[in-house]
């Protein structure tokens, strides 16, 4: 079982409720398929990976948003098969 500290992600963010609402968007890209980890999978959970990617700062809110337009658009010029 993966243990992860959470004081070094929050100190990253600056609270734990910002990093709770940013590692549960980034797990949601990962488990989605949508978006690789930026760490190793080590077999962990997509919330795990999450926090180790905001601990090692490999992720911010800002990279999250860039990532959900960057989907949104592509979601939105696939063409729609019937």
Do not use: C, Y
């Amino acid at each position: 079982m993966a243990r992860v500290t959470v004081q070094d992600a929050v100190e990253k963010v600056g609270n734990r409720f910002d990093l709770i609402m940013l590692a549960a968007r980034r797990a949601r890209q990962i488990a989605t398929g949508g978006h690789d980890p930026k760490v190793d999978w080590d077999n962990d959970k997509p919330t795990v990976v999450a926090l180790r990617e905001i601990e090692e700062g490999l992720t911010t809110s800002e990279t999250v948003e860039a990532d959900d337009r960057m989907a949104e658009q592509e979601q939105e010029t696939r063409p729609v098969l019937f």
